[in-house]
């Protein structure tokens, strides 16, 4: 994803390959800038910005996968079976 | 133990041999264990194994973790060390290199600029119930995403770990980690866009 960025003006497919970085906030001011001021320009590169911004939420708000019964009981017991170890033997 | 309680907080009543405590770390912990070995194995029939090796794992640490790191990232560090070492037996590697190509390179024209119309997307997915709905495509579309694309948007989007942790639990570059994200992100835009554009 290297993007050079030329004169004042980027393009739609450079402002894409930048947003990553603008949304974790990692982008130089300098580029920061001209793609802000893209952005203002472009209502395309805009609602791309959006959507990218919804997915991410979207993403966080995946929930733990359902964990099997089985799975959970198997845990729990190798977990009581550690807790009642007498103390100087910790990995029986 | 409270009803809804924090990592440590769990972590603490573990160690003092509260089972409940530590069957609440699994059920929030273990899906995802699972998740992050698969990515890191590149395939799905060791993958709980190593996902209850980690557990095992921890087990062993209880009494050593050091709260250096916050709970999930030691967590997430010991799966993916068991999950390499478990790729290293099979002969298997994932390759972190970002690989596959971006979805977007196709979307623009010869002069850069955006081939068709970005369209806006109809639903609004802010809305606590459209969003409960797309949640399982979301998922479905995560769990499409190159075994690479996936772990890192596992780790970054749905864990919320920093950039750096990420970076420190993969063992992977800054440079590798972003292009790694906008590319899975960018996967999951696509098929939310599938389903989103114009109905």
């Known amino acids: ?92 | 133990m409270a009803a809804v309680s924090g990592d440590e907080e769990l972590l603490g009543a573990a160690r003092s041999g509260d089972e409940a405590a530590f069957a609440a770390l699994v059920a929030r912990y273990h899906g995802r264990l699972v998740g992050v070995a698969r990515s890191v194995l590149g395939r799905r029939d060791l993958a709980e194994d190593v996902a209850q090796d980690t557990w095992m794992a921890v087990l062993r640490g209880l009494d050593g973790f050091e709260g250096r790191s916050s709970f999930r990232t030691w967590l997430f560090r010991i799966c993916v060390h068991r999950a390499r070492s478990s790729a290293a037996k099979e002969h298997r590697s994932i390759p972190f290199d970002p690989q596959e190509p971006g979805v977007e390179a196709r979307w623009f024209g010869p002069d850069g600029a955006w081939a068709a119309e970005v369209q806006p997307w109809t639903e609004q997915s802010e809305d606590k119930v459209v969003a409960a709905a797309l949640v399982p495509l979301v998922r479905q579309a995560i769990d499409s995403l190159p075994d690479a694309q996936r772990v890192v948007v596992i780790l970054r989007d749905i864990e919320g770990l920093s950039s750096a942790e990420v970076c420190d639990v993969l063992s992977i570059t800054e440079g590798n980690h972003r292009v790694l994200l906008h590319r899975g992100r960018n996967h999951v835009r696509a098929a939310l866009d599938r389903h989103l554009k114009g109905r």
């Open chain 1, 1 to 92: 994803m290297s993007v050079r960025l030329l004169g004042n003006d980027i393009l739609c497919r450079q402002a894409v390959a930048l947003m990553t970085e603008y949304l974790e906030g990692t982008l130089p001011w300098r580029e920061r800038r001209r793609l802000r001021r893209h952005l203002r320009r472009c209502p395309n590169c805009s609602e791309y910005l959006e959507q990218l911004r919804t997915t991410i939420s979207l993403v966080g708000q995946v929930g733990p996968d359902h964990l099997p019964d089985q799975a959970l009981a198997h845990l729990t017991d190798v977990f009581r079976r550690y807790r009642d170890l007498p103390p100087d033997q910790p990995d029986q």
